[in-house]
């Protein structure tokens, strides 16, 4: 009876120690109407407020596709700007449904901080950008310089593992945010700034007075796979938020795209049909409308599309998209099957 009592204390202890919203957040989102979801506090290309504060980038749409699966409106979505100290206890608490902002999938994100990882929208790597009249050619060449880097990312640790596996002098500047980090490389506190080589495309064109006067260095240091996560405990919330992402990359390689999608709605193929709800029984899956993928790609698009007006060839940025082609094109973007 005394080990029945302590084990009935162990459990209680464990439940009222979980996540909130464990088990709960579909339901929880459904019933809101609304998709609470967690992003950068301004990162271009990925998730920044526009002119009108309205926030735009590869993530913030993709938060919007979770927003048509769900409700048939991608407008369904709430912003919740988030910093690198922010992130993950955002998340934890439930004061987020998804996080969605640019973060690296790792072993003790999915296990210790209890994270489920919903795939990959973003492979990158960890790259540095020097001013161009420093006339530094690659990465070795950074031996007894500063480098600007943010706190409590996996930036920093790589930052720290490159210098002791080339054995390089690197003394880090550790700054709190991506604003101050930028200043301080501005102002020359640091001869060179690491982050995610997309990062620092973007800030390139979007926060530098000149960028012409830099160059971002050719070497990656690390791999980064960045994908949007959710707690731990909601299999059926991971299911959607997963296969939201899934789809819009399997829709690029069928050749389903914002333009032509009512027009293929009447397509003999049998993937394209299963696809968009003419043959039913995915949506149900789901536990959504059988329209779920047709309101995804009307309303937001395809992975490609939305990569080329956020970071691609239409965007300001201009990044090619390298890795993050589809597999067809020698790139790394392969979808499960929808079937």
């Avoid at 700007?81 to 993950?88: H, S």
């Avoid at 405990?233 to 789809?247: E, I, N, S, Y």
């Avoid at 536990?287 to 490609?304: F, I, M, P």
């Amino acid at each position: 009876m005394i080990r029945l009592a302590q084990l009935l204390v162990i459990l209680a202890l464990a439940m009222s120690s979980a996540p909130a919203g464990a088990g709960t957040t579909f339901d929880a989102v459904k019933a809101r109407g609304q998709v609470v979801c967690g992003v950068n506090t301004g990162v271009a290309g990925f998730s920044a407020p526009d002119a009108r504060g309205v926030f735009q980038g590869l993530d913030a749409d993709f938060c919007r596709a979770i927003a048509a699966a769900l409700f048939g409106d991608a407008s369904k979505v709430r912003f919740v700007p988030t910093t690198y100290q922010t992130r993950f206890v955002a998340l934890q608490s439930g004061e987020i449904d998804v996080l969605a902002r640019n973060v690296t999938q790792t072993l003790l994100r999915d296990t210790s901080l209890g994270f489920n990882m919903a795939g990959v929208n973003f492979y990158d790597g960890q790259g540095f950008m020097v001013p161009k009249r420093a006339n530094i050619a690659n990465a070795r060449a950074l031996d007894g310089a500063t480098v600007c880097v943010l706190p409590g990312s996996t930036t920093e640790l790589n930052l720290a593992d490159f210098a002791r596996r080339e054995r390089l002098r690197i003394q880090p500047v550790v700054l709190s945010s991506m604003d101050e980090m930028t200043a301080a490389y501005q102002a020359g506190r640091c001869d060179a700034m690491t982050s995610d080589a997309s990062q620092l495309a973007a800030l390139r064109v979007s926060a530098l007075r000149d960028p012409n006067e830099h160059v971002i260095l050719p070497e990656r240091v690390s791999k980064e796979p960045l994908g949007p996560m959710v707690r731990h405990g909601d299999d059926q919330w991971l299911d959607v938020v997963a296969w939201t992402l899934r789809l819009m990359v399997e829709a690029e390689e069928v050749g389903l795209t914002r333009a032509n999608v009512d027009q293929m709605r009447t397509s003999q193929d049998p993937n394209i049909m299963r696809i968009l709800g003419v043959t039913p029984g995915f949506g149900r899956a789901l536990g959504l409308e059988e329209t779920w993928a047709y309101n995804v790609l009307k309303q937001v698009g395809n992975y490609g599309e939305v990569f080329d007006r956020t970071l691609g060839a239409g965007s300001p940025i201009g990044l090619p998209r390298g890795l993050n082609d589809l597999w067809t094109r020698g790139g790394l973007m392969y979808a499960l099957p929808l079937r």
